[in-house]
């Protein structure tokens, strides 16, 4: 497929992607897709008539939130791209002959500000990775027993704040919070020392189930809209003096990082791949049968401020041990129930080499690994005046699509 839009080499943002977000320039916050450089305003299209006997209600794109058109679930979501496809391909003169339409519906990505694509009701952060879950378990406990005892037989997670998920671009402080010293006998309370970035990708949830209803581990996917990037920051020194005895709490709140664009699981079909094989043999509920992980080849950077991108990692999505299906069957097995626009986190994903780890932790391996980066400085943690950018691509048979980018700088702590 080809699109009359000119789209640039290695985009992002190809025909055969088109994520949905939310995005404004003039007035109200709506809808669009992002075509190369571009976004398609879906409001204006929809009222021009273009996208009808798909069953949109009347405004759905009009909202400043993505929910409303996800509720109207997969067979929409599937027309809905399909009909886009056909208005942008190369030969289609519905909206390419349509100038007077086009200075409505059409403007560059660079004039435009995205918003957080989705009203976020519950956030879920899995831990399901076996690289990091067994580097952090070497680490801070026996090498030789780095997986704890639950780890191979489910997929391990907590319920986050969905309050302080935020879209990418949007700064922040440093957050503050209790820490004990190795060698203190009682805590601190001052700004993390060691803050973290999190390589992680999210899904959002497309379908609801009812309370007391299981989502099977074979219609998990039907309940899934798409997926994001997703920076889920760590104070690793709060996090170490009070996560026992029920997990993460202020080390983990003040912030997490989403890309603007959410691609569909629709566009990443074609990239499917085969997860890590399990052993010990999963219980029922959680097996599955054929290709439930995907191909997503993972980047992060730092840019000091005032200097150039370096980048210090390259991961990929499809060494997650756990995959979405089982993720969201094993969230739901006991009759949870999740709603349109619920966020689920991977958490972080790291690869089996040192320059494929998802987290300042690993690479640097809890500080005694310094980074060197190209100004002469180093880095064990996130400084203040730093900016970490996450980017992600699938490419197959010369096919490509892309998540863009999720970037956040990291402010001082306020006083």
Partial sequence: MKSWIPIPVDSDFTIHNIPFGIFSNEGQARAGV???EQVLDLSAIHDAGLLEGIGLP????????????????KIVWTATRQRLIQLLSLGNSELRGNENLLKKCLFAQRDVIMHLPVQVGDYTDFYSSREHATNVGTMFRDPANALLPNWLHLPVGYHGRASSIVISGTPFHRPKG????DDATAPTFGPTRLLDFELEMAFIIGQPNALGEPVSVEK??????????FNDWSARDIQKWEYVPL???LAKNFASHVSP??????ALE?????SPKQEPEVLSYLKSTGEHNFDIALEVQIVPDGQAPHTICRSNFKYMYWSMAQQLAHHTVNGCNMRVGDMCASGTISGPTPDSYGSMLEIS?????????????ERKFILDGDTVIMKGHCERNGIRIGFGEVAAKVLPAKN
């Fill in 34 to 36: 992002a075509i190369g």
């Fill in 58 to 73: 009347t405004g759905v794109f009009g909202s400043p939130v993505l929910n409303g058109y996800i509720a109207l679930g």
């Fill in 178 to 181: 209790q820490t004990m010293a």
């Fill in 220 to 229: 998990a996917e039907d309940h899934i809209f798409g997926m994001v990037l």
């Fill in 247 to 249: 997990g993460p709490f």
């Fill in 261 to 266: 664009w959410i691609v569909t699981m629709d």
């Fill in 270 to 274: 074609p990239f499917r791949v085969e």
């Fill in 365 to 377: 391996w809890k500080g005694t690994r310094p980074v060197q980066m190209p100004d002469g400085t």
